[in-house]
């Protein structure tokens, strides 16, 4: 089996456009320095389907790498054949590959183990044979100090038939067929948790019974942490009589004594070693299918976070609300720096308002505060009343901004790195206030897993979960562009071809050194070689360079194509940027070679055309119903303001400006069919929705999205 033709099965893609992108992966290329920057190998793949040979082929090289273990332990027990090792090398799934390595694996002591040894082997030939209608006769002569009687005979023989009939490829994927098409998913309360307070939110689930194939995956996950903390207990079934039925049609030809001894042995076979282990694994691929859902939401709800508004280079007032500890207040220079901070106390049980009132004026005027951001925990809703009472001698905005991870960030290592002589309290505030000028700049900080966009984050397998979230903050990154002459240690580990240490090589030698005056000077890094310049300099930015294109995502490898467009068009590099009537009249034909085709230079006209444009909206100023405070004020029929803050399979959630989020049901997003939430909603999306239903003793919240 060939790596190329087995990412071609599986991904439809064009070959060569295959055996290119490998080419350059084992290169190490970056996704994001591929997608864009070697469009003409790839044939114009984009990074979703790079992606896809990434798995592939990751995928293909475990595979192989399983198939060298197994050939090793065959060899090692000296009963490889050439058929078997051809069987081997041609198979392309590991469960294919685990059924034929079964019947050698070195197992425990088990029932068929023993009974070869006791010597009965040769009576179970016999009796799968189903030539003799005399086996209580053989049997017999099988008796010896360790098999007292004819039944202890037949039993051991029986034992080996069973292990026989399990490791029949044949027969494990016809039980396979059953489990994928009729299995069902039940569920059983443990008498004795019934009554758990913690067991009640799994309520559902104390007797539940559906089809395991049309189990939607949060449900699913659900009914597993339900299962993992011990609350209920979970099967997997099929019809027993129809799958043994079918056993005994592949392997009883005869109807004699023989026979009987093999329905035994089939019943025996099937409850003790097929269903248990292939539920199991049926359970466990449906587990899998289900934990991809969950991780596709969070990387498109992460990919959405990241992607958020930025309020840009502002100087920023943020507060961190409380009620008896206080608010944290911070000022922040346009750069994200902290140039003051204090705590103000204009909730109960201080209730100094006035105070808070004149303190927060003065400190708008010190520090020419353009905007303020509000922190949506505690005593949110109170602070934002209390900031827009304020009469300010200049317009400020005044943005409420999620706080989810800002604990997490205040008591990390990067936060105690960055501000060593300040509290959590102080660190929480100014990333909130960061958060409103670059949420990507900002939650890259924070481990992905801590910013709260998904559902049953820590049920999934947490390896995939790291690796896709990993990928999404890496593609986000790139797809804006960093600063280098700005960005944390974070935000460049990212950066295509970069990675951690030579972030803080970068950082180091710019403390030291000074701003990056070009692309060019990035190469003086230490231990930053060529290739880290390669996979990485279009996506570093240098604001107000010498050379304009180094503030551009045109590649450094580029430059002279520029040079010569310009030279022919006879005007200077900054006369040609931005001046997209003369960039229309230039013939991309003439400027082509072996290796640079349309796609790059299309790319690179339409990045002339806005250079260093940051493509995320800017963010605008948002305002919940004032006089909804609780749940209890919420009616049927309302129509309020919301802000969409979780996205899952099922529906969203949604802000209303209350301590409980509503739920915006999949069949209350549109009047049409909804097969993906992300195309009707995105997260942080500014929405109307209406109330369908509250239920105050529960705290739940039903909403429709208003059209």
Avoid at 148 to 177: F, K, T, Y
Avoid at 305 to 333: H, M, N, Q, W, Y
Avoid at 676 to 701: A, G, T
Wanted: proline share 4%; hydrophobic share 35%; with cysteine.
């Amino acid at each position: 089996m060939l790596l190329i033709p087995y990412i071609a099965k599986h991904t439809q893609l064009p070959t060569k456009s295959i055996e290119n992108t490998v080419a350059l992966l084992n290169e190490d290329c970056t996704v994001p320095f591929i997608s864009r920057y070697r469009k003409e190998r790839t044939g114009n793949l984009d990074e979703v389907q790079i992606g896809e040979i990434v798995t592939f082929k990751a995928q293909f090289e475990a595979l192989e790498k399983r198939k060298v273990a197994i050939l090793k332990a065959l060899e090692e027990q000296e009963v490889l054949t050439p058929e078997l090792k051809k069987s081997i090398a041609s198979s392309e799934d590991l469960v294919t590959l685990e059924d034929m390595y079964l019947p050698f694996k070195k197992s425990r002591k088990t029932k068929a183990e023993t009974a070869r040894k006791n010597g009965l082997e040769p009576l179970a030939k016999i009796i799968m044979a189903q030539n003799s209608d005399e086996i209580d006769h053989i049997a017999s002569q099988y008796v010896s100090d360790d098999v007292p009687n004819e039944d202890d005979a037949l039993e051991g023989a029986r034992h080996i038939i069973s292990e026989w009939i399990n490791e029949r490829m044949d027969i494990r994927n016809q039980i396979r067929h059953q489990l994928e098409k009729f299995a069902q998913i039940t569920t059983k309360v443990i008498g004795t948790k019934k009554d758990d307070e913690k067991a009640q939110k799994f309520r559902d689930y104390f007797d539940w019974s559906e089809s395991l194939g049309r189990c939607p995956s949060h449900r699913l996950l659900a009914i597993l942490r339900a299962e993992n903390e011990g609350f209920i207990r979970v099967k997997i079934e099929i019809d027993d009589e129809k799958a043994i039925s079918k056993i005994e049609d592949r392997i009883i030809k005869s109807d004699n004594s023989c026979s009987e001894q093999i329905k035994v042995a089939v019943q025996d076979a099937y409850k003790r070693l097929l269903l248990p282990s292939l539920s199991n694994e049926t359970l466990k691929a449906a587990k899998e299918k289900a934990d991809e859902a969950a991780i596709s939401v969070f990387s498109k709800n992460l990919k959405q976070l990241l992607l958020g508004s930025p309020l840009g280079e502002k100087r920023i007032l943020a507060i961190d609300p409380g009620f008896r500890t206080g608010c944290k207040v911070v000022c922040l220079s346009a750069q994200g720096d902290l140039e003051h901070n204090e705590t103000i106390y204009p909730h109960a049980p201080q209730n100094d308002t006035s105070g808070a009132i004149k303190k927060i004026s003065s400190l708008t005027d010190a520090y020419k505060i353009e905007a303020i951001a509000i922190g949506n925990g505690t005593a949110s809703r109170e602070t934002e009343q209390l900031i827009k009472r304020i009469q300010f001698k200049n317009p400020i905005e005044v943005f409420v901004v999620s706080e989810a991870g800002a604990s997490i960030y205040s008591a990390s290592k990067i936060a105690r790195d960055e501000f060593p002589n300040y509290d959590v309290t102080v660190r929480g505030a100014v990333s909130i206030g960061r958060r409103l000028a670059d949420p990507l700049a900002e939650l890259v900080k924070i481990d992905a897993k801590s910013i709260g966009v998904g559902q049953y984050q820590h049920d999934v397998d947490q390896t995939k979960l790291k690796n896709s979230l990993d990928t999404v903050v890496e593609s986000c990154v790139n797809f804006v562009g960093v600063n280098i002459n700005t960005a944390s240690t974070s935000l460049l580990s990212y950066v295509s071809g970069i990675g951690p240490k030579l972030a803080e090589n970068i950082v180091a030698y710019r403390n030291e050194n000074g701003p990056f005056a070009s692309r060019a000077a990035i190469k003086k890094v230490p231990r930053l070689g060529e290739k880290a310049f390669e996979q990485g300099a279009a996506f570093l930015r240098i604001k107000n360079a010498k050379n304009p294109l180094d503030d551009s995502a045109v590649h450094p490898e580029s430059y002279g194509i520029v040079q010569q467009m310009t030279k022919d068009k006879g005007i200077a590099i900054s006369d040609l940027i931005g001046n997209k009537k003369e960039l229309q009249t230039i013939d991309l034909n003439a400027y082509t070679t072996d290796t640079i085709g349309l796609p790059t230079l299309e790319d690179i006209i339409q990045e002339l055309e806005k250079p260093g444009l940051d493509l995320r909206e800017k963010a605008k100023v948002f305002t919940f119903n004032q006089n909804i405070k609780t749940i209890t004020d919420l009616r049927e029929g309302q129509l309020l303001p919301g802000i969409v803050n979780n996205i899952t399979n099922f529906g969203c959630f949604v802000d209303v400006g209350i301590k409980e989020s509503g739920l915006i049901h999949i069949s209350n997003l549109s009047d049409t069919f909804v097969k993906d939430v992300n195309e009707h909603v995105s997260l942080h999306q500014q929405v109307i929705v209406k109330v369908l239903e509250v239920d105050v003793p529960r705290k739940r919240i039903q909403l429709a999205l208003h059209k």
